[in-house]
């Protein structure tokens, strides 16, 4: 593996927490590559410009993974086969994402103004290995340099923006290691509705058990959004 970057090293220190950690238990886990010969974030930047028509505002660089692959599922309880809150999440090669069919067939029911939004899609995270639903998408438009709009599905709850964009997503994610639910901390979404009891339930435990399992963290935005939501 070639030298990471320092983005790089702290989704590397991500998984080692999730790994190290006596009390979660991880059903699965992966990190595939850097390899020593992968593009650097300038280089493919410009191939999505180039040949994608894709031009992604040079900010995101900072955050931009080289891995060919990168997840975790977990879970938090005595019991591994019923937690008290668990997660997954499985993220994908930034041209891999952007180079996807858009998630139409996801959507059957959208009006007219939603599949606007849903040929836009393109997923770049989600939940294939314990198969909850829950997937991440980039809004990807060609023309033009843009910081692509993140949004989130939970089928049959539909799907929603978030406030944050992609870099902001990645920090939120190495924070909350994928718990089920997260992103709805940044949505407009009341978390007091009964559709999202379990959701709450989830988030509120991670929230009382993560600070102290990893203290390197700052939870208290995460808190504060997730009482503005109860």
Not at 74 to 98: H, I, K, R, T, Y
Not at 103 to 124: G, H, K, N, T
């Amino acid at each position: 593996m070639t030298n990471p970057t320092p983005n790089e090293q702290r989704w590397i220190a991500a998984l080692d927490e999730l790994r190290n950690c006596a009390d979660l238990h991880v059903t699965r886990d992966h990190q595939d590559g850097p390899d020593t010969d992968a593009p650097d974030a300038r280089s493919v930047f410009g191939t999505l410009a180039e040949q994608d028509g894709v031009a992604l505002a040079p900010a995101l660089q900072a955050c931009y993974l080289r891995f060919d692959g990168l997840g975790a599922c977990w879970g938090f309880g005595e019991e591994e086969s019923d937690p008290l809150f668990a997660g997954e999440f499985n993220l994908l090669p930034l041209v891999q994402a952007v180079r996807q069919q858009p998630p139409i067939e996801r959507y059957p029911y959208a009006s007219p103004p939603q599949q606007e939004i849903v040929a836009e899609l393109r997923d770049f995270d989600g939940t294939p290995m314990t198969g909850a639903g829950h997937v991440t998408s980039l809004r990807i438009k060609r023309g033009g340099v843009h910081n692509p709009e993140i949004w989130f599905s939970d089928n049959p709850l539909g799907f929603h923006r978030l406030d944050i964009d992609l870099c902001g997503y990645l920090d939120a994610l190495r924070v909350t290691k994928g718990t089920f639910g997260w992103q709805y901390l940044f949505t407009d979404v009341s978390l007091a509705d009964e559709n999202y009891e379990v959701t709450a339930e989830f988030l509120t435990e991670m929230l009382d058990v993560f600070p102290e399992l990893f203290p390197q963290h700052d939870y208290a935005p995460l808190r504060a959004r997730l009482e503005a939501r109860l």
